[in-house]
């Protein structure tokens, strides 16, 4: 049984026409629709609000006094659970890939405004990982604090409730809508998407934060939806993940710069430049057409651009002077 959601977010969020970056696409000026899940409020917004309503509301449930989660140092989904902890009165600990001598800018300085306990696992796999948030919950369970674990990136059957709701407002906003283009991390994103609007209704663009992501999007989608959701009928593009989650890639870079000079909108390094990446590539590739609503749902990511040197330093160059 699901335990009720905690609100934490501002919804529903707008949904924007984006024409002039239709056209730098090669879309029709009306094809294209921004979802701005940058847009859900709390801790600076993005999509994770959505899924911790959930996970949370599950924590507070049990009688949790204390969030503890995992991610990359830079991680988004990190930021919004200590957010989300800050908001609701919990200690949030936070056991993050690497080294305390990684950049201290970005999600990391939010995550120390907001209060919350770093925890260095070093580099570690996705299991090390685990097993270092398994160790921190013993020894806060040991020192009498009821910790609850938040999975990786919030994204668990429980957590992609949170975009079944997105899904069900998009349909909404969008009736005609044909393709929703997201980036794909964990994976309950896409698994909420995809319950409310089915497999074919939804493009996820890998991101390369899992060895299988299409497997953990149909697993968190299947108990969902009514639909079968085998992993090889999700529409997944793996063309855009280059030299792994953390590098920034030339389409990425690309993306960031169109994005913000034909709409003022800021992609992230990370998640969305990707996914716009892999939009434009869908439309080179015919996946996606012009004449068709597609629909980009932003899910957020600004801080982690500026805890990125590459993309930072990439931004800047982008600074010509002007020569009066
Ligand atoms: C985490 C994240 C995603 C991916 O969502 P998942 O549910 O992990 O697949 C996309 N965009 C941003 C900005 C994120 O932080």
Redesign the pocket.
Same mark, same amino acid.
């Given at each position: 049984m699901a335990h009720p959601p905690v609100e934490l977010g501002t919804f529903p969020t707008p949904v924007e026409p984006a024409p002039r970056l239709a056209a730098a696409l090669g879309l029709g000026p009306d094809d294209l629709w921004v979802k701005r899940d940058?847009l859900t409020g709390l801790g600076g917004g993005?999509?994770?609000i959505r899924?911790l309503e959930w996970t949370v509301g599950a924590a507070l449930a049990e009688g949790a006094d204390t969030l503890v989660t995992t991610g990359a140092a830079q991680?988004?989904?990190a930021r919004l659970t200590a957010a989300a902890g800050a908001r609701l009165g919990l200690d949030v600990v936070l056991v993050l890939r690497g080294s305390p001598g990684v950049s201290r800018s970005g999600n990391l300085a939010l995550d120390g405004l907001f209060g919350a306990r770093p925890v260095w696992a070093g580099e570690v796999d996705r299991a090390g990982l685990d097993a270092a948030a398994a160790a921190v919950c013993e020894r806060l369970r040991e020192k009498g604090a009821r910790p609850a674990l938040v999975p990786f990136?919030?994204?668990s059957v429980l957590g992609a409730r949170g975009?079944v709701r997105c899904g069900e407002e998009l349909r909404r906003q969008v009736p005609d809508l044909r393709t929703a283009v997201?980036?794909? +991390?964990?994976? @309950?994103?896409?698994?909420g998407l995809v319950a409310a609007l089915g497999a074919d209704s939804v493009l996820g663009v890998d991101?390369g934060?899992l060895p299988d992501?299409a497997a953990a999007?149909a697993e968190f989608a299947a108990p969902l939806t009514e639909e079968t959701v085998a992993p090889d009928r999700l529409r997944v593009r793996r063309d855009q993940v280059g030299d792994g989650y953390a590098r920034l890639t030339g389409p990425a870079a690309e993306a960031l710069r169109l994005a913000a000079r034909t709409e003022g909108l800021v992609m992230?390094p990370?998640?969305?430049g990707r996914?716009l990446a892999g939009l434009a590539a869908a439309v080179r590739d015919g996946d996606v057409r012009p004449g068709e609503r597609t629909v980009f749902v932003h899910?957020? +990511?600004l801080p @982690?651009l500026f805890g990125h040197a590459e993309a930072v330093a990439y931004a800047e160059e982008g600074a010509v002077p002007y020569d009066l």
């Open positions: 940058d993005g999509n994770k899924k991680s988004n989904h990136g919030g994204s975009y997201v980036a794909l +991390g964990s994976g @309950g994103t896409m698994a991101v934060a992501p999007a992230d990370v998640y969305t996914a899910t957020g +990511g @982690g």
